[in-house]
């Protein structure tokens, strides 16, 4: 292509400003984000923390995983936690070398597209699922819902010992109203007599001084803290300044609501490729979400090679047509709204409908691209 193309993933910027009292630097102790994680301080093996008391702000997806560890090799460590996270059963076990040998090439794709495909249904349960009404979908979302969280509830019941702390780590909104994490050894974590969970029901830490910290008018005393306080998630441009052909800089675009063609490409940004943004897919798995829009990437620069173009740009009444399906399939209930802050409702910033994932099937989507790209001239500019 002539002109220089950009493929960029959406880069996460971690949320340690947001703690309140960190922008007066009054800590006088060791710090650090989970995502920068110090070794040169605790060591590889964490060994450097053998006679520390560790903080850590934070119970989400990464802290999930640091906490037992740093457990296990700190003197004290004390949790503070603002919303507990839905901890499922991982059972994750070693693959058998001789079964991953006896597969044949290509069951990775296979897989995939079994799941993409999902269950078949017969022609008489496809008739009756759309005659269902919509409160009774509703009714029995939130049924199956209730009856997961519950799952998980008794799941924190029968690992934690001390009868508060597990009330504590119970969630209390519907299930992926924050990322659900999947892990065996974090709720086994709280019987050790060396950590301690400071629950702000909700509040968050707000203030921290010299020496760590403080709650409630309880201060905490620590050698080092861990922020593990999250990412603005699926932000794209937060590093550099993206202007398209007229100069506009994509998030003064964005302003008046998120407009893209799968996720990937936006009007007046030729050769620009958006990978892992908003209005793409993320129903099924990532991984595999990422390769479908490599994939189209590919094709899109093979056409515009193979037919003598130097740029790909889409049509306004493409792009109009996405943000439309985005729209028609997005949900039609409160839940955003009603959920706990966290990054799939915006930390609860309002948001736009057309402001969020692609909320039909992996399969459509994929289908969507697929047609998409047999009628390139059709979507897509060219120069």
């Known amino acids: 292509m002539g002109r220089e193309s950009q493929a960029l993933a959406h880069r996460d910027r971690s949320r340690r400003h947001d703690v309140g009292a960190v922008r007066d630097l009054r800590f006088k102790g060791h710090s650090f984000h989970s995502s920068r994680f110090d070794y040169n301080y605790t060591k590889s093996d964490l060994s450097g923390l053998k006679d520390k008391v560790v903080g850590i702000i934070g119970t989400g997806a990464s802290a999930v995983q640091i906490i037992p560890r740093v457990g296990r090799a700190a003197k004290e460590l004390y949790v503070f936690q603002r919303t507990p996270s839905a901890i499922d059963i991982r059972d994750d076990t070693p693959t058998d070398p001789k079964w991953a040998a006896s597969l044949k090439p290509g069951w990775q794709q296979e897989r995939r597209e079994k799941h993409m495909r999902g269950p078949i249904l017969s022609e008489q349960q496809k008739i009756d699922l759309a005659n269902l009404p919509r ?18 509830h008794r799941r924190v019941d029968e690992i934690v010992q001390d009868k508060a702390t597990a009330e504590a780590l119970k969630p ?15 709720l086994p974590a ?25 709650f409630e008018g309880r201060e905490y005393p620590v050698d080092v803290l861990i922020y593990a306080t999250g990412f603005e998630v699926q932000v794209t441009g937060i590093y550099n300044q993206i202007r398209g052909e007229n100069g506009l800089e994509l998030n003064e675009k964005y302003a008046d609501g998120m407009r ?32 479908t829009q490599g994939d189209h990437i590919a094709e899109c620069i093979k056409f515009v ?9 889409a049509k306004p009444e493409t792009e109009q047509w996405w943000v439309d399906e985005v729209i028609r399939n997005r949900g039609k209930t409160n839940r955003n709204k009603e959920c706990t802050p966290g990054y799939y409702n915006f930390e609860g910033e309002s ?30 500019d060219f120069a």
């Open 135 to 152: 409160e009774e979908k509703i009714r029995r979302q939130e049924n199956q819902n209730i009856e997961h969280m519950m799952m998980i």
């Open 351 to 380: 948001n736009r409908r057309q402001d969020g994932n692609y909320n039909g099937t992996f399969l459509q989507y994929f289908t969507h691209m697929a047609e998409t790209k047999k009628e390139m001239k059709r979507h897509f």
């Open 190 to 214: 709280f019987n050790r007599p060396n950590v301690h969970l400071v629950d702000t029901n909700g509040k968050g830490i707000t203030e921290i001084n010299e020496t760590g910290p403080i």
């Open 305 to 313: 090679r193979e037919n003598g173009h130097t740029t790909i740009d």
């Open 260 to 291: 893209t063609v799968f996720g990937i490409h936006s009007h007046g940004y030729p050769n620009l490729f958006i990978m892992g943004g908003y209005q793409a897919s993320f129903q099924f798995n990532l991984t595999f979400m990422l390769q």
């Open 172 to 186: 209390w909104y519907m299930h992926r109203c924050k990322r659900p994490c999947y892990d065996d050894e974090y």
